[in-house]
């Protein structure tokens, strides 16, 4: 594999180095909480019904998931290995897809939006999956992509507006909120995801290309910045954007992608064309999976043939290059999640 391949598709263990477990039932449980001080005392406007389907959609999904690769493998679920703890784990990412698309999405009354969107975020991990080492891995970031396809499709839904986030606070408490989530990002992303770079990247890109649309299209810079200012792009920039499995592990690859996606924000605000954080990371995570795919192919064209059977009576031996251990327990062989 080419060193340019390397900086993309890192080692499929690098991500398994850090604590991903420990990631995801904190970035879970920050979600589940920050949903219900939302719908409590935030100002939410969606109903409660909208974040319970999420959850029914997202939990439903996965569960189904499972078990048609489970009959397809002859293999025992998850979910039923390891007790009470391995279960709850084992819907974490369910979880967190099925709040995000409920908490971001707007759909009035209706509920049928919000369930797709989540049926769409966790089967897009199952169905979309590129080789990486000895493994596959999903490219596309889930909920991203589940709202992507939503907005997409459904025309007269749309995003949350911004002021709900905080529409019942006053005062101090409209920069606590922001302020409790930029530290308790950061110290998600430092200390669990590793992706300090890419957070950085982009952060500062956004203020470049935000610059350079001031001076080339005459475009006002305070309109440019202002939605780092807002909630919605905070818990993006934090808890979305710099999602472990499906962007690089390397810090030249979260370089490149960060300012991959700020680019296509910019050319997306160019062009008109609204959504441009979603739809931005949707397309760059997307560009990500195609040149994945042309690496694993490339790859299985460049490896050694097997002697000719003329030669041998005996097939060569099928050699697997070991599996490390920070690999082979959390995940299914071959499943990188």
């Given amino acids: 594999m080419s060193s340019v391949t390397q900086t993309l598709a890192p080692a499929a263990d690098k991500w398994y180095k850090v604590d991903r477990l420990g990631g995801l039932r904190r970035f879970a449980t920050a979600i589940t909480v920050f949903n219900i001080v939302g719908h409590l005392w935030l100002g939410f406007e969606q109903s409660w019904a909208q974040p319970l389907i999420g959850l029914a959609a997202a939990y439903g999904m ?3 998931m499972e078990l048609v690769d489970c009959w397809q493998l002859k293999r025992r679920p998850r979910f039923l290995d390891g007790g009470v703890q391995k279960f709850i784990d084992f819907f974490l990412p369910a979880q967190i897809s099925g709040l995000a698309c409920s908490m971001l999405l707007y759909s009035n009354d209706r509920l049928m939006p919000i369930a797709f969107a989540a049926a769409v975020a966790i089967a897009s991990k199952h169905v979309l ?5 000895n493994g596959t891995r999903h490219f596309l970031n889930p909920s991203n992509f589940g709202i992507t396809i939503t907005l997409l ?10 002021y709900h986030f905080t529409e019942n606070l006053t005062g101090i408490g409209n920069v606590l909120l922001p302020c409790f989530i930029i530290v308790s990002g950061s ?4 200390r669990y995801t590793r992706r300090w770079p890419l957070l950085v ?16 299209f005459g475009t006002s810079l305070t309109a440019a910045l202002m939605p780092m200012s807002g909630v919605a792009f905070i818990l993006f920039t934090f808890y979305m954007v710099t999602d472990p499995p499906t962007t690089p592990s390397s810090t030249k690859g ?3 992608f960060g300012a991959s996606v700020a680019a296509a924000y910019s050319l997306l605000m160019v062009s008109h064309i609204v959504f441009g954080l979603f739809f931005g990371l949707t397309i760059v995570c997307s560009i990500r999976g195609l040149y994945l795919y042309a690496s694993a192919y490339q790859a299985s064209r460049d490896r050694p043939q097997s002697e000719p ?4 009576s005996v097939p060569a031996p099928h050699i697997v290059a070991p599996v490390p251990q920070a690999v082979r327990e959390p995940v299914l062989p071959g499943r990188l999640e």
Wanted: glycine residues 6%; hydrophobic residues 60%; positive net charge.
């Fill in 201 to 216: 990247t982009w952060l500062g890109c956004f203020v470049v290309q935000a610059l350079l649309r001031h001076w080339i």
């Fill in 62 to 64: 996965e569960l189904l």
């Fill in 254 to 256: 979260q370089i490149m």
């Fill in 309 to 312: 059977a003329a030669q041998s």
């Fill in 153 to 162: 499709l459904f025309p007269w839904v749309g995003i949350a507006m911004p």
């Fill in 129 to 133: 999956r590129a080789r990486i080492g």
């Fill in 187 to 190: 110290f998600l992303n430092i």
